[in-house]
């Protein structure tokens, strides 16, 4: 593939183009390349393409030759987009082991690693005939005022039709243009990166001459505000920096009025440039910063684990100064001119960690994650290409990115689940993607966490990884005390206010009177779980997926959290018409409002998805938490997630029960990493924080463990049972969602695709079942699941699945029945 770009092809050669499009075909069409095209095309560029009778994509060229397809005549491309690939070789190796290991579709894949700048829309336009004689045709009012807006226009979009008759629906009167022969519809590709322009302003270079700038002050003389906008441009222009529209206007306060009069006049002129819309940093490189003997220590094993193995998982405790090691090694990787991908489980949330590195790093940094806009993520992945950023800071979606020169990955709080892509497909694991990513770029890869999942431990204790600890709190920060509260025993004695246990309360009042912060953690948002009526126990439920609704007071609504769905509260119960509501379960928001009762004076913010909706408001949170504007903090799992605030000594868990109760076999694993993460949030450098743990089963093992900061013990319990059970690390697990919106087509579906699935396999599958959801967005789920000994050949499973689906598929009776794949599912 590789040598093919190298190859110069005559304009005369005919050439045939593999090509992969941005949908979730099963396979990839070949195109034909107009002869006056074939110089421009090359491997990785994108080319506009017709499929289907009026679909206009962008697709990537994966392949070329001189062989047309056997089965179909191939049509021509319409245009090649890029003068350089926008996809290199080795992401497109990277592709196919993604499409091969997680079961999907190539055009599943590029739809996830392209940014949407990079995909064009295909938008429809109507355009008017030349050759129709509207005098002989008989037109309804609205048929013609679209006929007489494209006389004038000469084409309109289907939005620009809908605005211009006022009415959302325009197909019908297009149709009937149509059929009247009066119109006609192009597909007309829109590309939708818009470079960012910013206005600069220069002087004439008429008036770099010493004498006419002197004739300057005798034509201003009159005009006060014109004159200060003048010496302001002098007094900036010393600096060597251009100077931009904006800037000129505020620092010399002229106005609009004065700085349009001196370009009309022509001693101003206004310069357009592109500039990049990411907020890039300028400092110099700053690593004058020491490690502690633990920290020298830790790095040193890590660099000997390195010459035999190419992935080391770094066992550091909370607050025991990861990031600073990850530094060093980041340094040793742009030394040796390379690249560095440096994975968070949600970079929204670590921005305290970001700022770290761009202080150390300067301007050799990109950040990309989904918070940024479309222009913004295909500037950075230019930036990427070309080689400007040496290292990317990066959510799951930057192992997509175009490295020329990877040299180590880092992949922090690797135990995170928000590696793994549950919706849409490729439903992959970026912690495992980027493990095969480094192995690709011959890199090395660290994956670090206080809390390492099963797997990963499971792996360096087989040599799989390299294994290194750091068990010291940076700084000597001593861990902090932790108290369990029995939330039964404190009810029985009549000590619980609202939510909040005695011992809860005197904690909070005690951190407040020294002027500390407090954060407090209760893993499920909204204000109540569900309404129910005490009558008759009707409790209102999603209209499209089998979940009550969670009412949300900020609202005033009913929301669904699977399908955004939402409704008005209900005052009335629509089934008996009784008015006795009651609300069950409690989220964030009703834990806010009680607080607030308890404590009136006291600032309180929530941190959860609710209240962190638009662009910048997670920013604020955590800014005015940090500046101390804010007192108590309340939130889901987002506050366990890389934050690191030097006064916060308090943190409360509400109720512990509800992470421990679900029904999944990683369920307590994940408890014991959630509440040791959250724990780890108290006390920072001379203050040593306090953990108070609300629970009705206070003696839970897994709750012991955590006080006990025992992770061993945990992973010893977990491992003992999944080898009993036979659950992962010593098996492997592939779900299978069969959906549909008919329930009783679903049942047979999902009973014949087991049928034909355990011909194939045996015993290994099992199901189908009613997953705990069991319906969706209107759709019906059953679920089987594939369990696989590690000995077993898992290329030989995902073989006779895919042939099992395609051979179900084609089967007359299941149209329409969709079937889901997630292969490690996490």
């Not at 179909?72 to 196919?96: G, R």
């Not at 743990?693 to 900061?709: F, G, M, S």
């Amino acid at each position: 593939m590789q040598e093919l770009n190298d190859i110069d092809f005559s304009e005369r050669d005919t050439l045939f183009i593999e090509v992969i499009l941005p949908l979730s075909l099963s396979k990839n069409y070949i195109y034909r390349v107009p002869f006056e095209l074939n110089e421009h095309t090359a491997i990785g560029k994108r080319v506009i393409v017709q499929f289907g009778k009026n679909k206009i994509y962008t697709a990537l060229i994966k392949s070329i030759s001189q062989t047309a397809p056997a089965l179909y005549q191939a049509k021509y491309i319409i245009d090649v987009i890029d003068e350089h690939p926008v996809v290199n070789p080795l992401q497109f190796q990277f592709w196919d082991w993604m499409t091969a290991y997680y079961l999907c579709n190539e055009g599943d894949v590029m739809s996830a690693a392209l940014p949407a700048g990079l995909k064009l829309a295909s938008e429809t336009i109507i355009i008017l005939r030349d050759d129709v004689s509207l005098e002989e045709l008989e037109l309804t009012d609205k048929e013609n005022i679209l006929v007489t807006a494209l006389e004038k226009q000469k084409r309109l979009t289907v939005d620009q039709i809908s605005k211009l008759l006022g009415q959302k629906t325009v197909f019908p009167l297009i149709r009937a243009l149509l059929d009247k022969e009066v119109v006609h519809i192009a597909e007309e590709v829109v590309e939708k990166y818009k470079p960012l322009l910013k206005s600069y302003i220069t002087l004439n270079p008429f008036y770099n001459e010493e004498g006419n700038f002197r004739q300057l002050f005798e034509v201003l003389e009159r005009a006060p505000k014109q004159l200060d906008a003048l010496l302001m441009y002098i007094k900036l222009s010393k600096s060597g920096i251009e100077i931009s529209r904006q800037q000129l206007l505020e620092d010399s306060g002229c106005g609009q009025a004065a700085l349009k009069a001196l370009m009309d006049k022509e001693i101003f002129f206004l310069q357009k440039k592109v500039v990049s819309r990411l907020n890039d940093e300028s400092d110099d490189m700053i690593l004058n910063f020491k490690l502690s003997p633990a920290q020298n220590t830790a790095l040193e094993k890590i660099e000997t684990e390195f010459q035999t193995k190419d992935v080391v998982l770094l066992h550091g405790i909370t607050a025991s100064g990861k990031t600073q090691v990850y530094i060093k090694l980041i340094e040793q990787a742009i030394e040796k001119g390379g690249q560095v991908l440096f994975l968070l489980p949600e970079i929204a949330l670590t921005t305290q960690i970001v700022e770290r590195i761009k202080r150390y790093f300067g301007d050799a940094i990109g950040v990309y994650h989904s918070k940024f806009n479309d222009n913004e993520r295909v500037e950075i992945w230019k930036s990427v290409m070309n080689g400007k950023y040496k290292i990317v800071l990066g959510a799951r979606s930057a192992v997509f990115l175009p490295f020329k020169n990877l040299k180590l990955v880092v992949v922090d709080e690797e135990h995170e689940s928000s590696y793994k892509q549950n919706e849409p497909a490729p439903r992959y694991q970026a912690r495992d993607a980027a493990v095969y990513l480094a192995h690709l770029h011959q890199s090395k890869i660290i994956l670090g966490s206080a809390t390492p999942s099963i797997e990963s431990y499971y792996n360096a204790l087989h040599q799989k990884y390299g294994l290194v600890t750091l068990n010291e709190r940076f700084g000597g920060v001593e861990l902090p005390i932790q108290e369990v509260v029995g939330i039964a025993e404190e009810t029985k004695k009549k000590k619980m206010v609202s939510y909040f246990s005695s011992v809860l309360i005197d904690d909070i009042t005690a951190t407040l009177e020294r002027k500390e912060q407090v954060i407090l953690f209760q893993n499920r948002r909204g204000y109540a779980t569900i309404l129910i009526c005490k009558t008759c126990g009707f409790a209102p439920k999603c209209v499209n997926c089998d979940v009550s609704l969670t009412f949300h007071k900020s609202s005033g609504k009913l929301h669904c959290h699977y399908c955004g769905y939402h409704e008005s509260s209900m005052n009335i119960c629509p089934a008996c018409g009784s008015v006795h509501i009651e609300q069950k379960g409690f989220g964030t928001e009703r834990i806010e409002e009680e607080l607030s009762l308890i404590f009136p004076e006291v600032k309180i913010a929530r941190l959860d998805v609710d209240s962190t909706r638009t662009k910048n408001s997670l920013q604020k949170i955590i800014g005015d938490f940090q500046e101390k504007k804010t007192d108590i903090l309340i939130g889901t799992q987002m506050v366990a997630k890389g934050l690191d605030f030097d006064n916060v000594t308090l943190i409360g868990v509400i109720n512990a029960d509800t992470l421990l109760n679900y029904p999944d076999f990683r369920a307590f694993e994940r408890s014991f990493q959630l509440l040791a993460q959250v724990a780890g949030r108290a006390g920072r450098r001379d203050k040593q924080g306090k953990v108070c743990i609300q629970a009705y089963d206070a003696d839970h093992r897994i709750i012991k463990q955590v006080v006990d900061n025992n992770y061993l013990e945990m992973f010893n319990d977990e491992i003992a049972e999944r080898r009993q059970f036979h659950y992962p690390p010593f098996t492997r697990l592939i779900f299978i969602n069969v959906k549909h919106k008919d329930s009783n087509l679903l049942n047979a579906a999902a009973a014949r695709f087991a049928t034909m699935l355990r011909a194939q396999l045996g015993t290994r599958v099992l199901g189908p079942e009613q997953p705990l959801v069991s319906r969706i967005r209107s759709y019906y789920i059953k679920q089987l699941i594939i369990k696989t000994d590690k000995s077993t050949a898992i290329h030989k499973v995902k073989a006779a699945l895919k042939q099992t689906i395609a051979d179900f598929n084609g089967e007359n009776a299941f149209k329409g029945v969709i079937i889901q794949i997630d292969v490690d599912p996490y």
